[in-house]
């Protein structure tokens, strides 16, 4: 059996879709003000933390923003992409993880301290150092042992 030809293999189908990208990517500076706009639209949906409207659509309209803005900086060429973003890459890198964690942390926070009144519980205040602190830690150790055992691999 066949097997599919391959999005980037020297294929007619990979010369196209390269010329559908580079055809979009005009429109990366337009993509990065619809992205903010989108954003803003999804703050003011989540104006209700527990809002049925926040839940139901705000989530949605706050990952096409976000996405918007991914496809505006993915090229170098165009205003958002032309310069590099401090800690943007180490962000990247254990933002799986501070999702991974950020529950347990949140409950262990919970557990040691107490729930916090609500005014004090809804803000950065108050999030940053329950997800920063034990993520961080985690993720900092995790990128030591794994530099540490590519360069034991790389030895080999």
């Not at 992205?35 to 706050?62: I, K, Q, S």
């Not at 890459?89 to 557990?111: D, T």
């Not at 803000?123 to 940053?128: K, M, S």
Request: net charge positive; charged share 15%; proline share 6%.
């Amino acid at each position: 059996m066949p097997s599919a030809p391959s999005p980037f293999g020297p294929g007619s189908e990979a010369r196209a879709s390269l010329h559908e990208w580079l055809r979009a990517r005009r429109y990366a500076n337009l993509s990065m003000v619809a992205g903010v706009l989108v954003l803003v639209l999804a703050l003011w949906l989540f104006r209700e933390r527990g809002g049925l409207v926040g839940n139901a659509l705000g989530w949605l309209v706050l990952s096409l923003g976000l996405g918007l803005l991914v496809f505006a900086a993915a090229g170098r060429d165009r205003l958002i992409g032309r310069r590099e973003v401090p800690l943007a890459g180490w962000l990247a890198a254990i933002s799986y993880s501070l999702y991974l964690v950020h529950k347990a942390n949140y409950h262990l926070v919970q557990a040691r301290w107490g729930a916090l009144p609500a005014p004090a519980s809804q803000g950065l205040a108050y999030a940053v150092p329950v997800q920063a602190v034990p993520a961080i830690s985690r993720c900092t150790r995790s990128a030591v042992v794994e530099a540490l055992y590519l360069r034991i691999r790389r030895a080999r």
